[in-house]
């Protein structure tokens, strides 16, 4: 334990040396006031990070559901799927879901987090061609962590391909083992670089390589797309995406991650993901909240433009303040900051001085010379909002790089 406790320590002295250690900013949401939270000693702090991206988190109809489902059945579902945790909100929100990407069928997970652990991990353990062949897995360098995980839970072959680069995905298909299984795993949009995968691209190369495909959607449901179903909806792709994976935690602003493909697989998954079977299904109010925003979102055009309109002009107001914007093709804003304490330094400014919270991304988000600040407008911050915003920035940037050249 003594050998223990001392690893930890130096582990730590270590991370902190490194400008690594990362510590929680005290922020409680306001349903009613969002984007505002409450900071410490109950300080108004406007966020400009949350991935609550249209605000939904607060939306009425949302709030509403939750406590009528809340009263009606309770805190927790008391049970796995299997077990008793089965609500009729759990079923209708699978469906709701299967049919926002216009799939068979789709299966609830208790985060994004798990759906890509198990749901990657499943497939991987499974050996449909044999024994003797396992998976060949081609991972995105820019893939969450959620993926990896799922990857490397089970032996199989990983090809890791250069960011959204076909010509790198395609050397690696070409020299594969033709008998082995394969499947490609990727995002649509990567909210740390905010780029947009070519979709199409990868479709076709699987479908030359007979490769299966697995779309991590999880920045774009709920915005893409002509009723929110995520990039591959946009692109018109969805039904060459053999498994499209989501959140309810993000532009849903509930909680909970899903898969959705055709029917068998989703079943099978079902059937042997230990991410799965093993963990108390989602409270139903919280199934139900899910229920309610994705109905809401997929009819609320209106809401969903707007993040648009706002993103872009966030990105026009940076470029007109000569801020170094990093140029995104998402709704996702980034500042080059480029040095990790300097990053932290900005957004400890903003807090302190301005009452203004973005986080900053460091190592090991980013690599080390592109630190960043990422800024998520949302339908709700307004011009006035921009204006603070982009003052504040122009004063703590003249002053903070003055201070660390
Ligand atoms: C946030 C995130 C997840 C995990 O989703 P949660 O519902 O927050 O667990 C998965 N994939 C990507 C790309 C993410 O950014």
Request: proline share 5%; with cysteine; net charge negative.
């Amino acid at each position: 334990m003594d050998l223990f406790r001392n690893f930890c320590r130096e582990s730590l002295d270590t991370i902190r040396a490194q400008g690594r250690y990362r510590q929680f900013t005290p922020l409680q949401k306001q349903a009613d006031r969002f984007p505002h939270y409450i900071g410490t000693d109950g300080r108004e702090i406007l966020v400009w990070s949350a991935n609550d991206y249209l605000a939904m988190g607060g939306h009425q109809a949302v709030v509403e559901a939750a406590c009528d489902a809340l009263r009606a059945m309770g805190a927790g579902a008391g049970g796995t799927r299997n077990i008793s945790g089965t609500s009729p909100a759990h079923d209708a929100l699978e469906a709701e879901l299967a049919d926002l990407h216009g799939k068979d069928a789709a299966l609830l997970f208790t985060s994004g987090f798990v759906s890509n652990q198990a749901a990657i991990g499943a497939i991987l353990a499974s050996r449909p061609m044999g024994a003797e062949h396992r998976w060949q897995v081609f991972s995105d360098e820019k893939n969450h962590a959620s993926m990896i995980a799922g990857i490397k839970s089970v032996p199989a072959d990983v090809q890791v391909f250069a960011h959204n680069d076909m010509v790198d995905l395609e050397a690696r298909l070409r020299v594969a083992d033709p008998l082995a299984p394969k499947l490609i795993a990727f995002e649509s949009v990567y909210s740390m670089d905010a780029d947009i995968a070519p979709l199409a691209a990868i479709c076709d190369l699987a479908e030359r390589y007979g490769a299966m495909t697995y779309l991590d959607e999880v920045h774009a449901v709920g915005m893409y797309g002509p009723t929110a179903g995520g990039v591959s909806e946009r692109d018109g792709v969805a039904d060459r995406i053999d498994i499209i994976e989501g959140t309810l935690a993000k532009a849903f602003g509930c909680h909970g991650g899903y898969i959705t493909g055709a029917a068998e697989v989703v079943d099978y998954i079902r059937s042997v993901a230990p991410g799965f079977i093993f963990t108390t299904s989602l409270p139903p109010s919280t199934a139900a909240a899910a229920l309610a925003s994705v109905r809401h979102v997929r009819a609320d055009h209106v809401r969903r433009a707007k993040l648009f309109e706002r993103a872009q002009t966030l990105k026009a107001r940076f470029d007109a303040a000569g801020l170094p914007r990093i140029a995104s093709e998402s709704h996702i804003v980034p500042l080059h900051i480029g040095e990790a304490s300097l990053c932290k330094a900005v957004s400890k400014r903003l807090l302190e001085e301005f009452g203004i919270y973005a986080t900053p991304i460091n190592y090991p988000t980013v690599p080390r010379g592109q630190e960043r600040l990422r800024f998520t407008p949302t339908p709700l911050h307004t011009d006035a909002m921009m204006d603070q915003l982009v003052d504040a920035l122009k004063q703590i940037l003249a002053t903070s790089q003055r201070l660390a050249a």
